[in-house]
């Protein structure tokens, strides 16, 4: 059965020990809880696709607790040297060649010569990875396809029974994974998340080649279906219809408001917290405009996914 550790010195160590047996821990970072399995140990990342049910083409991000640490894995570049300066630790997500020697499981990068690697800001993560030690490979804590967690509770109701242990240290901050940047070619926003686009390209003093909005494959696996609910999704709703729940943004009367305020990063803070939330009804859910500036981008592109026709 799984292990619920606080995120004590104590709980810290029993969950390192468990991932360098090979066990799955789950663990909190300022984006969504992951679910952590040592990288260089293929059983252990069988392990995680496993638990999630997750398409095994999709691969993982290698999550290191710095930068000399990422260095160890893939080849480095002034662009990665310019973005990890600027936003790590944080959600930010890069894809570099593989270095010679990595050690990584080809089952991470499912094949691929490039390896996603993040460095976190969460402490309980950064005193974690400090601990193992190693490259942690982690996915979102949740079964493949399904709303991301961002609270221990979420990763219970999805993951109960499957994994070794979770690391409970409350809600995450930004609650909405992070960005990806790819640097093995001319850089490119591979997925949009937790750091905006024009901070990166402030950054860089470029823009990044990226898909239009709605493109599916932009990093292997984005499934266009993703962070489903049960209950189906519709957008830009202004009104609810019917049996419709209201997931707001802004001064609008709504079941559960994302920001009242209007404030992008409060309302990416709350959403998947409140689809989990308001799922559990069973009712449909309508969600209110949300502005496409900012983190607002990676907002509606989880909301897309969310109401997109279903695979299954
Ligand atoms: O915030 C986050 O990034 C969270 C926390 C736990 O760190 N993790 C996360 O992992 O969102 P996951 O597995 O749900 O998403 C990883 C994404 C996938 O879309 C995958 O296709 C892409 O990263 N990816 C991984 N390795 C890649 C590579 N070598 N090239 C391109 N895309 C890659
Ligand atoms: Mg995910």
């Known amino acids: 059965s799984t292990q619920y550790l606080d995120a004590d010195p104590a709980g810290i160590a029993a969950a390192a020990d468990l991932l360098r047996q090979g066990l799955l821990v789950a663990f909190p970072t300022e984006t969504v809880y992951g679910l952590g399995g040592d990288a260089r140990n293929g059983e252990a990342v069988a392990a995680i696709y496993a638990a999630k049910g997750r398409p095994s083409f999709n691969p993982l991000i290698a999550h290191v607790a710095s930068v000399e640490a990422a260095k160890r894995y893939v080849e480095w570049s002034d662009n990665a040297e310019q973005l990890a300066a600027a936003f790590w630790p944080g959600p930010l ?16 990068t499912a094949g691929l010569e490039t390896l996603a690697v993040r460095v976190p800001a969460h402490p309980t993560a950064r005193a974690l990875l400090s601990a193992v030690d190693g490259p942690v490979a982690a996915p979102s804590a949740n079964p493949s396809g399904r709303i991301s ?32 940047v790819g640097l093995a070619g001319s850089p490119a926003l ?38 489903a609910p049960d209950a189906p999704v519709r957008l830009n ?56 500036e900012g983190v607002g ?11 997109a026709p279903r695979n299954s």
């Open 297 to 307: 981008a990676a907002i509606n592109d989880r909301l897309r996914r969310a109401a």
């Open 93 to 108: 997500t890069l894809v570099l060649p593989l270095r010679a020697g990595h050690g990584v499981s080809s089952l991470v």
């Open 190 to 227: 591979l997925r949009p998340g937790g750091v905006a686009l024009e901070q990166i390209e402030t950054v860089l003093g470029t823009r990044l080649a990226h898909h239009k909005p709605g493109d599916l494959l932009t990093a292997p696996g984005q499934l266009l279906s993703h962070y």
């Open 237 to 292: 709703a202004t009104e609810r219809r019917g049996d419709e729940l209201l997931l707001g943004f802004g001064s609008v009367d709504c079941d559960r408001n994302l920001s009242a305020r209007g404030d992008l990063i409060e309302a990416a803070a709350n959403l998947f917290a409140y689809l989990h939330e308001l799922d559990g009804t069973g009712r449909p859910i309508a969600v209110s405009p949300i502005p496409s």
């Open 149 to 180: 967690p961002t609270t221990a509770a979420h990763v219970r109701a999805g993951l109960d029974g499957r994994i070794a242990a979770v690391l409970d240290d409350g809600p995450c901050s930004v609650g909405l994974e992070s960005t990806i």
